[in-house]
């Protein structure tokens, strides 16, 4: 079983900032299958990343991805304060099965 | 407007049993596989089941395999989650999530659904 790392836990930045988000994972992942999410308190998951690097739709372009085999990164040019929240990393694998990251929480410092 | 719209859900007892439901709308339901993910109070995602867009395959989290059974109906647009033997470790709340064929993602959430399973 693949597992995701995410780091920081916890990530404190100001509007404005450029927020990176850190997935490792244990065994290479297939950049096709590498997602990120991002949730708000009381509400599901959203899809942000697909492919690693496709946004996924109504996602503005101050998102973006990047990364291949073990390591992958979220990007968040300019911080807005919609953007605070936790985000997880995914991916899938055979037989089939999918992970989660831990998370990371995004926060307003 | 895709949509999913979930029922279901409440609080049950220790090896009790419980059923959710997820009524589909807005995309062609049949041409996607499904799947259950859920959330733990305070904790992270946790994948639990995935059904074909024919309903014939399923795979279940090692889990609750065992203990779920994932079915559809693709006359109604509506995917089943039947939980039996449920553990307290079953809390969470559970989001039907629709997939986005050919990258292993989730690209539809419902609005989840607290299940709470204790004495």
């Known amino acids: 079983e693949i597992v995701l790392t995410q780091s920081p836990g916890t990530l404190s930045l100001s509007p404005g900032e450029r927020a990176t988000l850190s997935c490792r994972a244990s065994?290479?992942?297939?950049?096709?299958?590498l997602a990120w999410y991002q949730q708000k308190v009381g509400q599901a998951p959203r899809l942000v990343i697909y492919?690693?690097?496709s946004r996924a739709t109504g996602i503005p372009d101050r998102f973006s991805g990047s990364g291949s085999g073990t390591d992958f990164t979220l990007t968040i040019s300019r911080l807005e304060p919609e953007d605070f929240a936790v985000y997880y990393c995914?991916?899938?694998?055979?037989?089939?099965?999918?992970?989660f990251g831990q998370g990371t929480k995004l926060e307003i410092k | 407007e895709v949509q999913l719209v979930q029922s279901g859900g409440g609080l049950v007892q220790p090896g009790g049993s419980l059923r959710l439901s997820c009524s589909a709308s807005?995309?062609?339901?049949?041409?996607?596989?499904m799947h259950w993910v859920r959330q733990a109070p305070g904790k992270g995602l946790e994948w639990v089941s995935i059904i074909s867009g024919d309903g014939v395959t399923t795979y279940y989290a090692d889990s609750v395999k065992g203990r779920i059974t994932f079915s559809r109906d693709n006359s109604k647009n509506t995917v089943f989650l039947q939980m039996t033997s449920l553990r307290v470790e079953d809390t969470a709340v559970y989001y039907c999530?629709?997939?986005?064929?050919?990258?292993?993602?989730?690209?539809?959430w419902g609005q989840g659904t607290m299940v709470s399973v204790s004495s």
């Open positions: 807005g995309f062609t339901f049949t041409n996607y596989a």
């Open positions: 999530v629709k997939d986005l064929a050919g990258f292993g993602a989730f690209d539809i």
């Open positions: 065994q290479s992942v297939t950049s096709t299958y």
């Open positions: 995914q991916q899938y694998g055979s037989s089939p099965r999918y992970s």
């Open positions: 492919g690693a690097s």
